[in-house]
């Protein structure tokens, strides 16, 4: 509560205003409402004598402690008291507009909106000057013109937040936000849904990861690399169709983004392998917005069987991480539905060597993320018989060797096996190219 001097009690025929105010109309809603030094809400004059008589004399005697309420703003009562004073033939409407002319609030009445914002294509955010006494009260309505939307209500941990969300895109245009607590309105603003679009395209790869592959009879090398597209509310709409509208472009190499992960292929007719290069510029361009991106990235030569990577993991801390055998089995799960041409058992060692501070949970790896055979398909993680399974490491120093079984639809003559790990502005990921030894 603001600090406010010493002031007279109110004269006696504020006071008689005052009732009139409280008890003769409910169109006055909050208007007149008086809030104590715990921003208590009393309610008008009328409730206070009606309920609550012993705070009258409190408030005469201490009306500098008090706040009076206009339009969901708080004024020192004191002053407002001065404006009854000055204007005693005026309306109560009439010295309200008064108070709101001349004197500066103290701060907005608690629980009323401080603000209302698009957050995103469907959805918008209504800021609380402080919590609600109770949110089960507060509704909130969505218009396109007179049309309602319907919308889901969700809160914030503090609720001094919350999130309307329409089931599916909105329209472009104007909306009307109406927030009333019970059937009070305490906020109502007009927001613009504006078009969806790509506003930035973030390259987080530092490193082109590269492995060997196959492309018709002739061994050659692909690249890897990450990336993130985020809308004009900071959304990631990476896997969205509107991603699709970047073009890419490699120094190396012909490019093509899609859901994340960027690829490279060397230029037709080609004889260098990516290798050959140590450094390479990566560019974008959404043929919409014309937003743009470029980075300069190192080329890195594929990960092989038996190589210790070190990962810099932003959420679990700093790791080291080795493939040290691929093993084809015979082995199936007959209760699998799947069935692939190819099982590997596939080894492998992770180490703990530093936690982040904010994770109180320890390091686990289960199987990699991605995997990829000789002739570029995917593979898939496949459920088999794991004797060596993998265990949360919570002290530095700590390791861990454990099995997975990948599955492939092609008898093939590598796997490249992906290992994401999130990074201050996304994810990044490690690739070991593994020869099956057939």
């Known amino acids: ?32 409402d008086i809030y104590n030094t715990d921003n208590t809400n009393l309610g008008g004059i009328g409730n206070i004598l009606l309920h609550n008589k012993s705070a009258i004399f409190n408030l005469i005697k201490n009306i500098e402690t008090y706040e009076y309420e206009v339009a969901n703003k708080l004024y020192a009562a004191s002053q407002v008291n ?37 957050i ?12 609600p006494a109770d949110t089960s009260k507060i509704n909130f309505s969505v218009l396109k013109g007179t049309t309602p939307i319907t919308v889901t209500t969700t809160w914030n941990t503090a609720t001094t937040e919350a999130t309307v969300t329409s089931s599916s895109d909105l329209q472009i245009g104007s909306y009307t936000v109406n927030v009333k607590n019970d059937t009070v309105s305490i906020g109502t603003s007009n927001v613009t849904i504006s078009e969806h679009k790509i506003a930035k395209i973030n390259i987080i790869s530092s490193e082109l990861e590269i492995s060997n592959t196959i492309i018709g009879t002739t061994t050659t090398q692909i690249g890897h690399a990450t990336y993130q597209i985020l809308d004009q509310y900071g959304i990631d709409i990476t ?31 080609a004889t260098n392998l990516l290798t050959s290069y140590t450094n390479t510029t990566i560019n974008a361009i959404d043929g919409i ?5 470029t980075s300069n990235v190192s080329v890195m030569s594929p990960r092989k069987i038996g190589e210790t990577v070190t990962v810099h993991d932003s959420v679990w801390g700093t790791y080291e991480l ?9 082995e199936r799960n007959q209760s699998s539905k799947t069935i692939p041409a190819e099982v590997y058992k596939v080894t492998y060692t992770y180490k ?19 995997s990829i055979d000789s002739t570029n398909e995917l593979g898939e993680t496949y459920p088999n018989n794991i004797n060596k399974i993998p265990k ?33 502005t996304g994810s990044n990921f490690v690739t070991f190219t593994i020869s099956t030894n057939k």
């Open 1 to 32: 509560m603001t600090n406010k001097k010493l002031y007279r009690g109110l004269s006696t025929f504020a006071m008689s205003v005052l009732i009139v105010c409280s008890v003769s109309s409910i169109v006055y809603a909050k208007d007149g």
């Open 322 to 330: 080795t493939i040290s055998n691929v093993e084809l089995t015979s």
């Open 120 to 131: 995103s294509v469907n959805s918008f955010k209504i800021v609380f000057n402080q919590s």
């Open 392 to 424: 949360e490491l919570y002290l530095v120093g700590n390791s861990c060797t454990a099995e997975t079984f990948i599955g492939v639809d092609n008898p093939t003559t590598k796997l490249i096996l992906i290992k994401k790990y999130s990074t201050n």
């Open 289 to 293: 917005t014309k937003v743009t991106a």
């Open 82 to 118: 001065e404006q009854f004073i000055k204007n005693p033939d005026a309306t109560v409407v009439a010295v309200h507009a008064a108070v709101k002319a001349n004197l500066i609030p103290i701060v907005a009445a608690p629980g009323t909106v401080a603000s209302v914002s698009a």
């Open 352 to 370: 703990l060597l530093s936690k982040v501070s904010a994770t109180s949970m320890g390091l686990y790896i289960n199987g990699f993320d991605s």
């Open 239 to 269: 896997n969205s169709s509107l991603a699709q509208s970047i073009t890419w472009t490699c120094g190396i190499g012909n490019a093509v983004g899609s859901n994340g992960l960027l690829i490279i292929t060397p230029f037709s007719g």
